[in-house]
């Protein structure tokens, strides 16, 4: 069975290597009851599938960067920078801290914080924009 970091880092590479949008990639790792606190705003599951998607209508590409991952038992602390190429030809640098709760190897509980390094302020909201 894969740690929650493997899991975790999969995940990124499965849902934004690829541009397209799919819901199943996105239920395979996070469960219904899914809840993310970001920036001050609440998102439950519908709301982060249509915050996936309003992001892959303006993003081109998208890396990260995992500088700190910690995990304990079913929590994981990622403190990462994601490196966006946007459909407009902007770029932008996003550093993200942020608590993920893991339940039989998904996620369901997010509390995260985005704090962008450089680009347009228009996109400050990219990280719960929906």
């Known amino acids: 069975m894969k740690n929650n970091k493997a899991i975790f880092k999969e995940l990124f590479q499965d849902m934004f290597a690829n541009q397209v949008y799919n819901e199943s990639v996105i239920s395979h790792y996070f469960t219904p009851e899914y809840r ?8 439950i ?20 960067e995992f500088q700190t991952l910690i995990e304990e038992r079913n929590i ?4 990462h920078i994601a ?3 946007m459909k407009n030809g902007e770029n ?3 550093r993200i801290i942020g608590e993920f709760h893991f339940i039989n190897g998904k996620i ?8 962008m390094i450089s ?3 228009s996109n400050k909201d990219l990280g719960s924009r929906h």
């Open 36 to 43: 993310q606190e970001v920036d001050g705003k609440i998102l």
């Open 45 to 64: 599951y519908e709301q982060f599938c249509k915050h996936i998607m309003v992001q892959k209508e303006v993003v081109a590409s998208m890396t990260f």
């Open 76 to 79: 994981l602390f990622s403190n």
């Open 83 to 85: 490196t966006i190429k």
């Open 92 to 94: 932008l640098e996003i």
């Open 108 to 115: 369901n509980y997010c509390n995260e914080l985005t704090h």
């Open 119 to 121: 680009g347009d302020s």
